[in-house]
């Protein structure tokens, strides 16, 4: 039906035909429209792109899919592409780095091409494969009725300025020191063009203005500490070569101040494919407060607080070291002196531990004075000291140093408007002779100054091998005085005490005896200083006490004494003051039955310079309890006569060491004869010890001693010779 019938309608042919020249027309008209519409485009785009031709930023201009039309010249200088290399391409093909992601292109075209405007970095590739970064503009521009006609890219090089701030940047996140950075500097480090970057904050931690720098290595380390720079570069180079896996250094760095900075510095190297390291970044940061407190600390852990030496700990290190490095010396030893301030306990305890303290100051001093620049002095104990010689050549080096110090400590010392004299005892060690370790040395130094203590003081011993088989002889003493005691092996031997002039029998001052299994009977100064050292003498003393109160209650019972006799017991200062005496001294009377007043307690010169109101104390409870003291070896103490009046005792025992000079030596009876005047008018009775001739007993009778023991009047003995002697 439809083909047959258009067949036959001439005129619907010719509508048809008209219809298509209307239509043919028009499109005609249009694409005239276009033509111009696109003959003003370029004319605009011509405009704009004679602008561009004289701008220093590249330009490039795209139609509005985004294909290249046009470029400036600062285009063609940076990119290294003409026109024609690029012309109808994308910008983003072009030039495509690996820097950015493909969905970065994608968000940039999505922007621009629903009207906005992107601005960022941008990496892109050269004609010759580099890499360049831009901050772009990219615009899209639009024509005279709001049409989009073109989009224009702006593009400024700051490769330069990117690569600084990367650096920067690579330190930050490595370290993920995002939050510690806003206190810290950064640097970064170019090693090719030997070029570093410092943080405004760096320069500002060094009192600089805010202002970022570059500088050359020098301006950096420049201002590092010498003593810390070489660490520093060390530090640096060997991880710049690979060796470690990151740069961590502590260092002084100087202040525009003039003052030092504790900094703490950290770093990584970047490195390219061979692994060689290109440039280091890193940060810095201040810790100054840190290091202060911890040097502190380390400082305090090593030193003595009160003189400021090093403390034992330091000094062992140091001694260490020196062994270590004599070693290697074949004619070079090490020595060691140990420094002991004779009777120091006394002064501490009469005068007061701030006198004792200024004491040991001032000592300090003069012992850190007496040495050489190499040695060191240290402070390891109480009024112990320790002189480290180090390579000493000549054994005359030691006697030299030891000799110096001696005479030093023996200068009057002024503290608190009194004059103190005081001596020191030094052991001597070297380690010419074997292989020793520290604590060996020291302890080599520690025997011999015992043994210059034991051979009168203020005098200086070098240790000898005989020493060391000494000391174990002394534990073995002290090992079997602890078995002797519980299995009772201390015995009491008395000896008289004769009245003057009539030669009638005073008193028994009970003298300890120790039988020995191994040795036979054994007088109390050869082990005496054992049972002290080793803690014994609280219960050697018990024993003692007791033991002369049951001797006394027997020869009473037997009628052997009379009562106005008395037994004497030896007190040890330590023990003077400690409450447990007088608990003990009750018991033993209690028990035994005696009298008071035949007890009498003898307590040396030393026991007077404890504690002042604890010795009174104690001297006066124990007259209140009815028991007479004596003072034992007058005159070889520290007490003046003046000193005497202040403290409760009832006789003096004028020490043997004068009544040996009687009769001839005339500064010997001047001593006596003071002490005698002196006593008769405190009302003090005397005893002479170490009495051993008739011609010192006749003296003491002419110059009117109320009383003497010694040999010439009977040697000390069993309980039993003295019941004969009765
Ligand atoms: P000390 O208390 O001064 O005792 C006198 C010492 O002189 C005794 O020595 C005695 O044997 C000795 N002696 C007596 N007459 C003469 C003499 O004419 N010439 C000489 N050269 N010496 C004489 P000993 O028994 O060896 O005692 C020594 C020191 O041991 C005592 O000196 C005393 O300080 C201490 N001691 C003895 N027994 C005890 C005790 O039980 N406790 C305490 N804490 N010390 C004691
Ligand atoms: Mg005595
Ligand atoms: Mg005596």
Known sequence: MGQGSQLSNPAAKLGHTVEDLLRQLEALQERERKLKKQLEEKDALARLGLAAEHVGDSIEFTDPNGAIQYVNPAYVALTGYTLE?????????????????????????????SGEIWKGLMTSVRKDGSEFTADCTLSPVFGPDGELMAFMCLRRDVTAEVHEKELLRSALSRYALASAGANDGMWGWDLVGEEVLLSARWRQMLGFAAMEFRGPPPEWFGRVHPEDRPALEHGIQAHIRGDTVHIEAEYRIRHIDGGWRWVLCRGLAERDRDGKAVRVAGSQGDITKRKTAELRLRHEALHDALTGLPNRVLFQDRLQQALRRSARQQDRSVAVLFVDLDRFKNVNDSLGHAVGDRLLQEVARRLARGVRSADSVARIGGDEFTVLLDSVGDPSEIDDVARRILEAVRQPIKVGGSELVVSASIGVASSASEDLRPEDLLRDADTAMYRAKSAGRDRTVAFEPTMREEIIGLVRIENELRQGLGRGELMLYYQPIVALPGMRLDGFEALVRWNRPTAGIMPPDSFLHVARDAGLMDRLEDWVLQAACD???????????????????????DRLTNPALMERVQEALDRTGIPPR?????????????????VASA?????????????????????????????????????????SGLPSDSSSEAIVRAILGMASGLGLEVVAEGVETEGQLRRLIELGCDAAQGYYLGRPGGPETVAEEE
């Open 619 to 659: 001297l006066r409870d124990l007259r209140a309890l009815g028991i007479r003291v004596a003072l034992d070896d007058f005159g070889t103490g520290y007490s003046s006569l003046s000193y005497i009046h202040r403290f409760p005792v009832d006789v003096l025992k004028i020490d043997r060491s004068f009544i």
């Open 598 to 614: 035949m007890l009498k307690l003898e307590i040396t010169e030393s026991s007077l310079l404890q504690d002042e109101h604890a």
């Open 551 to 573: 001797q006394v209650a027997v020869w009473r019972a037997g009628g052997h004494i009379r009562e106005e006799s008395h037994v004497s017991v030896n007190v040890s200062p």
């Open 85 to 113: 290399d690029v012309l109808g391409l994308t910008p983003a093909d072009v030039m495509r780095s690996d820097a950015h992601s493909a969905a970065f292109y994608e968000e940039i075209w999505k922007t621009t091409s």
